[in-house]
């Protein structure tokens, strides 16, 4: 029995997390996350501030963090998916706990929680100010442990190709020989990331170009509220080069 092939586009948080879960439970699956740049080169890199849980239960609840979400959004939450990642959070924080993540903690050993903007009560587990960093360096070292993962760099997805409706591969461009190549699969994940490289200037970094959603609008899927983006407010000015650097 010929076993699934499965093509994940995006080397960041979500490309690494989702490898990692479906290597752990399907051990005889052939995993491929493909990515433009290095292995390195993602959003996650470059996030700082930290992510939000509820990891305090005694003075915490997912109820009061999910309100919290619901009113920040101004009416625009598809609640249903609020709760799913609010109730979902902190087992994916003691996942990346034991993958080895090094959040921060206080003397006592108990997590070290900030407290940012909408949130009624200390949430974001952080790693110094380096927080996406720390994070892709583990995922990235977890994924190097498990043998039916492999990782091809400098692959730049370009189509999805489609057969009656259903992907079943991708056209990408090897940028290293300028060759065009077809990588055939069972499943396809795009974890590709934002594109906040179509304005003038942001501080994602330069693969931050919206293939992902490209990609999957061409091959038919559907769209939703692609006219928010989240911008960060603070950057340092530079006069050349669209990727500034974010001052949080």
């Not at 790693?127 to 730049?156: C, S």
């Amino acid at each position: 029995m010929l076993q699934p092939n499965i093509i994940i586009i995006g080397s960041g948080i979500a490309g690494l997390s989702c490898a990692l879960r479906i290597a752990d439970h399907q051990p005889d699956w052939k995993i491929q996350i493909i990515t433009k740049k290095t292995a390195r080169t993602s959003n996650t890199r470059y996030a700082q501030g930290g992510i939000a849980a509820v990891m305090d239960t005694l003075n915490d609840t997912p109820e009061k963090h999910i309100q919290d979400t619901l009113l920040s959004g101004k009416g625009k939450c598809d609640e249903n998916v609020v709760r799913y990642v609010v109730e979902n959070a902190a087992a994916c924080i003691h996942e990346l706990i034991r993958y080895g993540v090094p959040f921060d903690r206080k003397p006592s050993g108990a997590l070290s929680l900030g407290l940012e903007g909408g949130h009624s009560y200390p949430r974001i587990l952080h790693v110094k100010d380096y927080t996406g960093f720390a994070i892709e360096r583990v995922l990235l070292n977890q994924v190097k442990k498990r043998p039916n993962i492999l990782m091809y760099t400098h692959i730049h997805a370009i189509e999805l190709g489609v057969t009656n409706k259903q992907s079943d591969g991708v056209y990408a461009l090897d940028t290293r020989n300028k060759s065009m190549v077809f990588l055939s699969s069972d499943a396809i994940v795009i974890a590709t990331g934002g594109s906040g490289q179509v304005f003038e200037v942001t501080t994602n970094p330069t693969v931050s170009t919206g293939d992902g959603v490209a990609m999957a609008c061409r091959a038919g899927a559907e769209t939703k509220y692609m006219q928010y983006f989240q911008f960060h407010p603070t950057a340092l000015y530079k006069s050349k080069g669209r990727q500034k650097f974010l001052i949080s």
